[in-house]
């Protein structure tokens, strides 16, 4: 049942709104003055507001700016009922954001209908605000957050194609995992291999990154998009010691054969980034040599190792300790590459 909050100060008229309100088995919530409509809104935020200009102690105009002030209230509708008949009094309600306005003295059927109407408008605004809570929950399940940030904001927006920029990319692997998925169950064999993605993907955000899919037992992650992070390598980076630190722990939880390494490859440079696939189904991603590298350094890792390019080492070298690999060959590349293996934070 709608609760609607009346503040007046005028006895009769608060007690002609309360019985128009009953009429209408809505509930009314009654104040003498500004001051206890706020305490009373504050206290248990109703459905709708009707306010009367002229009170004392804190006025009309007082009370909405303060409503839709405050983000809690904001979205609560609000009906100016007052005597002022004025086009600059009405001008200044709907500036203050008040929703509607209606001049003393006032027929109980308009009163009505504008009640009705702006109740049923809320009621609607409502059920869209879950409706984008439940896709947003929904999506940030599949995607990252700031994806879906856009997502929402636009949908429009949403179509093939992307931009060139620059992004640290990074592959994390469960090593052995093949061999390992010959002796296993699957069902199993599919509960230990999410709880060791979930492993990453906690970290992986927790420093700001993308999780851009899942390969199997592996995860592929973006950093720099799609919001800027000018300290995206050392992102990158910071997740693969801390998944590689939190091993340990986590491994004590799972049965021998299951205790498996994670190896790591992270590249840093540009790619283009955006939507592939078609038109109704994208993908957001990355594509370039920049990605290519990442893989296939990971690729060249080995016992939780965490082998970096020479671009990203120049990015995070004056925090970490490495060493140096290298040149070495690297698959579907022509030249050796030079990595690096990190150890430790310097």
Same mark, same amino acid.
């Given at each position: 049942?709608?609760?609607?909050?009346?503040?007046?100060?005028?006895?009769?008229?608060?007690?002609?709104?309360?019985?128009?309100?009953?009429?209408?088995?809505?509930?009314?919530?009654?104040?003498?003055?500004?001051?206890?409509?706020?305490?009373?809104?504050?206290?248990?935020?109703?459905?709708?507001?009707?306010?009367?200009?002229?009170?004392?102690?804190?006025?009309?105009?007082?009370?909405?700016?303060?409503?839709?002030?405050?983000?809690?209230?904001?979205?609560?509708?609000?009906?100016?009922?007052?005597?002022?008949?004025?086009?600059?009094?009405?001008?200044?309600?709907?500036?203050?954001?008040?929703?509607?306005?209606?001049?003393?003295?006032?027929?109980?059927?308009?009163?009505?209908?504008?009640?009705?109407?702006? #109740? *049923? @408008?809320?009621?609607? &605004?409502?059920?869209? =605000?879950?409706?984008?809570?439940?896709?947003?929950?929904?999506? %940030?399940?599949?995607?990252?957050?700031?994806?879906?940030?856009?997502?929402?904001?636009?949908?429009?927006?949403?179509?093939?194609?992307?931009?060139?920029?620059?992004?640290?990319?990074?592959?994390?692997?469960?090593?052995?995992?093949?061999?390992?998925?010959?002796?296993?169950?699957?069902?199993?064999?599919?509960?230990?291999?999410?709880?060791?993605?979930?492993?990453?993907?906690?970290?992986?955000?927790?420093?700001?990154?993308?999780?851009?899919?899942?390969?199997?037992?592996?995860?592929?992650?973006?950093?720099?998009?799609?919001?800027?992070?000018?300290?995206?390598? #050392? *992102? @990158?980076?910071?997740? &693969?010691?801390?998944? =590689?630190?939190?091993?340990?722990?986590?491994?004590?939880?799972? %049965?021998?054969?299951?205790?498996?390494?994670?190896?790591?490859?992270?590249?840093?440079?540009?790619?283009?980034?955006?939507?592939?696939?078609?038109?109704?189904?994208?993908?957001?991603?990355?594509?370039?040599?920049?990605?290519?590298?990442?893989?296939?350094?990971?690729?060249?890792?080995?016992?939780?190792?965490?082998?970096?390019?020479?671009?990203?080492?120049?990015?995070?070298?004056?925090?970490?300790?490495?060493?140096?690999?290298?040149?070495?060959?690297?698959?579907?590349?022509?030249?050796?590459?030079?990595?690096?293996?990190?150890?430790?934070?310097?």
């Amino acid at each position: 049942m709608p609760r609607v909050l009346v503040a007046e100060d005028n006895r009769d008229s608060r007690e002609l709104v309360s019985d128009i309100l009953i009429s209408l088995g809505y509930t009314p919530v009654l104040a003498e003055n500004g001051r206890i409509a706020l305490e009373l809104i504050h206290a248990q935020p109703p459905d709708l507001v009707i306010l009367d200009i002229n009170m004392p102690e804190v006025d009309g105009f007082e009370v909405c700016a303060a409503l839709k002030r405050n983000p809690a209230t904001a979205k609560i509708p609000v009906i100016m009922l007052t005597a002022h008949t004025d086009v600059e009094s009405r001008v200044t309600g709907l500036g203050l954001g008040a929703d509607d306005y209606l001049d003393k003295p006032f027929h109980p059927r308009e009163l009505i209908a504008r009640i009705e109407t702006r #109740l *049923r @408008a809320k009621a609607i &605004a409502d059920d869209l =605000r879950v409706q984008g809570e439940v896709l947003r929950r929904t999506f %940030e399940r599949f995607v990252g957050p700031e994806i879906v940030e856009q997502l929402m904001e636009d949908p429009t927006h949403v179509r093939l194609g992307g931009v060139e920029t620059v992004v640290t990319v990074l592959f994390a692997d469960l090593e052995n995992f093949s061999r390992v998925a010959e002796s296993a169950e699957p069902t199993e064999l599919l509960d230990v291999l999410n709880r060791y993605h979930t492993l990453m993907v906690q970290h992986i955000i927790a420093n700001g990154g993308t999780v851009d899919k899942f390969l199997g037992d592996g995860v592929m992650a973006l950093y720099n998009t799609p919001v800027p992070q000018p300290d995206h390598a #050392l *992102r @990158a980076v910071r997740t &693969a010691l801390e998944i =590689r630190a939190a091993l340990g722990e986590f491994h004590g939880q799972l %049965e021998p054969r299951f205790r498996l390494n994670i190896n790591f490859g992270i590249n840093s440079g540009r790619a283009i980034v955006g939507n592939v696939g078609a038109p109704e189904i994208m993908d957001f991603t990355a594509i370039g040599d920049t990605v290519n590298l990442a893989s296939r350094l990971e690729e060249l890792a080995d016992s939780n190792e965490i082998a970096v390019s020479e671009e990203t080492y120049r990015l995070v070298v004056e925090h970490i300790v490495a060493a140096r690999v290298g040149p070495r060959p690297v698959r579907g590349r022509g030249e050796p590459v030079v990595s690096y293996l990190i150890r430790s934070w310097r």
